[in-house]
Nanobody, 124 residues
Framework: QVQLVESGGGLVQAGGSLRLSCAGS????????MGWFRQAPGKEREFVAA????????EYTQSVKGRFTISRDNAQNTVYLQMNSLKPEDTAVYYC?????????????????WGQGTQVTVSS
């Protein structure tokens, strides 16, 4: 299995930027498609972005397209989420997850390994 640890969350003003990192350890990181999800208080955990095992394919939820960028560095066993033009509605706990797939998935059920989450708070 793979262990995942997120970092990079924090408090930022609307319009600002944050870069989340997710470090993987355990089994070969490049065997997994990776995803970012988020969960706001009182809401379901929702898909944000996904990237294929090679990094060649990415998917985004509509609300973050053009603002967020997912990337990965398999040599460093790390996946990133660059978040620009942040809005108060982006406030949530952000989780990275790993799936034994070549391409990323929008479905939570496809991901078997999850990190502990990192809080992102965007003030207005």
């Amino acid at each position: 299995q793979v262990q995942l640890v997120e970092s990079g969350g924090g408090l930022v003003q609307a319009g600002g930027s944050l870069r989340l990192s997710c470090a993987g350890s355990g089994r070969t990181f490049s065997n997994y498609a990776m995803g970012w999800f988020r969960q706001a208080p009182g809401k379901e955990r929702e898909f944000v972005a996904a990237i294929s095992w090679s990094g060649g394919n990415t998917e985004y939820t509509q609300s973050v397209k053009g603002r967020f960028t997912i990337s990965r560095d398999n040599a460093q066993n790390t996946v990133y989420l660059q978040m620009n033009s942040l809005k108060p509605e982006d406030t949530a706990v952000y989780y990275c997850a790993a799936a034994t797939l070549r391409l990323g998935s929008l479905l939570k059920s496809e991901y078997h390994y999850w990190g502990q989450g990192t809080q992102v708070t965007v003030s207005s």
